[in-house]
């Protein structure tokens, strides 16, 4: 089932520390908990890093997947510059890393 416009809040841990469940709350405030087999983790450099920490409990008392301690640390910005132009012919962008790929 998707549960769309929803904010997951807390990862909560079953045994052998492996996510089961996931707290969320909807934009009206109300909340509730989604279970599955598989939980996939993906909401960027910080939602992930802010959700793993917010979800400290028994078993995970620096956060889920925080062992380390280094969750949610040592995260680096790449400043760019973007551009855009318009060419009277072809020049064939994005073939090349991605810095230069643009030009």
Known sequence: MVHDHTTATRLNLGEGGKIVSVDFRRADG?????SGKVVVVAAHAIETPRLLL?????????????????VGRNLMDHPTKLCRVLAPEPVWPY????????I
């Open 30 to 34: 109300s909340t509730e908990t989604a």
């Open 54 to 70: 917010n979800s400290a409990q028994e078993g995970a008392a620096n956060g889920v997947a925080d062992a380390s301690d280094q």
């Open 95 to 102: 073939r090349g890393p991605l810095p230069t790929s643009g």
